[in-house]
């Protein structure tokens, strides 16, 4: 079995790295309690063999997964639902109201997803998304109580990056499962004294003024920690909220400085990659401008689409 693609945390979690696009892309988490157990994010069908092989080795049978819970339903957090639930027995799926219809008849992810990527490139990186039978549904309401055999799991609705978010509140780690509504921090972005992150504004939903009000909310618990999708464990979170802050600021003012452009995309995706690139290698000792630049394209594309849609809601 490779390595590096399990990290034992505390409280009984375990972060699995999903294998999508990358190592250390996107992360989900299994969560043991008492004899059950939560599956939070799935990644994509080729995750299930690395989540399945977990639960092998720490004894944990497909009979005591509880729930199966995607903080929403963008595909490298969700993409692996139906799979996982297909054989998970016991296992109950609790999504965000406006992403349930999409789990339980995924016709129109699975023709977006193509319409953007093409056939051939959505079932290398997605496989088959299967359906999920309405009645293993619970469409998670904000402030829902889940009862994990004794362990209390909270969910908050957290529009901003996307209207289906939620994250998930750990009362017993003091953690929250983000998604993406804390933002982008990769191991690679760890330096010596300073860890890079910054927000994900991502097509098609990003809204800034949602996206600052769920961050307030989140911090509103004082955590202690962060369970990030992209990727793992964050701590002292208080020291990157302001970051996160100004940069949704930032990128607003970058999109607004493009939106008289001819396609505003080009100017926002390069100020995107100036911006981080720039602080990045200013983070990281031995990572140069240009391979930090090289390192954050794909994050800086889809931002920068993100950030084009809403100039164009917003002006609409």
């Given at each position: 079995?490779?390595?590096?693609?399990?990290?034992?945390?505390?409280?009984?979690?375990?972060?699995?790295?999903?294998?999508?696009?990358?190592?250390?892309?996107?992360?989900?988490?299994?969560?043991?309690?008492?004899?059950?157990?939560?599956?939070?994010?799935?990644?994509?069908?080729?995750?299930?063999?690395?989540i399945t092989a977990l639960m092998?080795?720490?004894?944990?049978?497909?009979e005591q997964i509880r729930y199966?819970?995607?903080?929403?339903?963008?595909?490298?957090?969700?993409?692996?639902?139906?799979?996982?639930?297909?054989?998970?027995?016991?296992?109950?799926?609790?999504?965000?109201?406006?992403?349930?219809?999409?789990?339980?008849?995924?016709?129109?992810?699975?023709?977006?997803?193509?319409?953007?990527?093409?056939?051939?490139?959505?079932?290398?990186?997605?496989?088959?998304?299967?359906?999920?039978?309405?009645?293993?549904?619970?469409?998670?309401?904000?402030?829902?109580?889940?009862?994990?055999?004794?362990?209390?799991?909270?969910?908050?609705?957290?529009?901003?990056?996307?209207?289906?978010?939620?994250?998930?509140?750990?009362?017993?780690?003091?953690?929250?499962?983000?998604?993406?509504?804390?933002?982008?921090?990769?191991?690679?972005?760890?330096?010596?004294?300073?860890?890079?992150?910054?927000?994900?504004?991502?097509?098609?939903?990003?809204?800034?003024?949602?996206?600052?009000?769920?961050?307030?909310?989140?911090?509103?618990?004082?955590?202690?920690?962060?369970y990030l999708t992209h990727f793992?464990?964050?701590?002292?979170?208080?020291?990157?909220?302001?970051?996160?802050?100004?940069?949704?600021?930032?990128?607003?003012?970058?999109?607004?400085?493009?939106?008289?452009?001819?396609?505003?995309?080009?100017?926002?995706?390069?100020?995107?990659?100036?911006?981080?690139?720039?602080?990045?290698?200013?983070?990281?000792?031995?990572?140069?401008?240009?391979?930090?630049?090289?390192?954050?394209?794909?994050?800086?594309?889809?931002?920068?689409?993100?950030?084009?849609?809403?100039?164009?809601?917003?002006?609409?």
């Amino acid at each position: 079995m490779e390595q590096n693609i399990y990290t034992d945390l505390s409280e009984g979690i375990t972060c699995i790295d999903t294998g999508y696009l990358r190592p250390q892309m996107a992360a989900c988490y299994l969560v043991v309690h008492n004899g059950e157990a939560a599956i939070i994010e799935t990644g994509t069908n080729y995750t299930i063999p690395r989540i399945t092989a977990l639960m092998e080795q720490k004894g944990i049978s497909k009979e005591q997964i509880r729930y199966v819970i995607p903080t929403h339903v963008h595909l490298d957090h969700a993409g692996g639902v139906g799979g996982l639930m297909a054989i998970m027995p016991n296992a109950q799926l609790v999504v965000h109201p406006r992403g349930a219809r999409h789990l339980i008849d995924p016709a129109k992810l699975i023709q977006g997803t193509i319409a953007v990527y093409g056939e051939e490139k959505y079932h290398r990186l997605y496989g088959d998304l299967v359906p999920v039978p309405a009645e293993r549904v619970i469409e998670a309401e904000d402030e829902l109580k889940l009862d994990l055999n004794g362990r209390e799991l909270l969910i908050r609705h957290t529009p901003g990056h996307a209207e289906h978010h939620f994250c998930v509140w750990d009362q017993q780690s003091k953690g929250w499962f983000s998604g993406d509504n804390f933002g982008l921090s990769y191991r690679e972005f760890i330096g010596n004294e300073k860890r890079h992150i910054f927000p994900a504004t991502t097509p098609v939903h990003f809204n800034p003024d949602k996206m600052l009000d769920s961050l307030n909310l989140l911090m509103s618990y004082q955590p202690k920690r962060f369970y990030l999708t992209h990727f793992c464990l964050l701590e002292e979170p208080q020291k990157y909220v302001p970051i996160l802050k100004q940069r949704i600021q930032e990128y607003c003012d970058i999109a607004l400085a493009n939106e008289k452009t001819e396609d505003p995309y080009v100017g926002i995706k390069q100020a995107l990659l100036d911006l981080e690139g720039n602080v990045l290698a200013d983070y990281i000792a031995d990572m140069s401008v240009q391979s930090a630049k090289e390192f954050i394209d794909m994050d800086a594309e889809l931002n920068a689409q993100g950030l084009k849609v809403w100039l164009q809601r917003r002006a609409a």
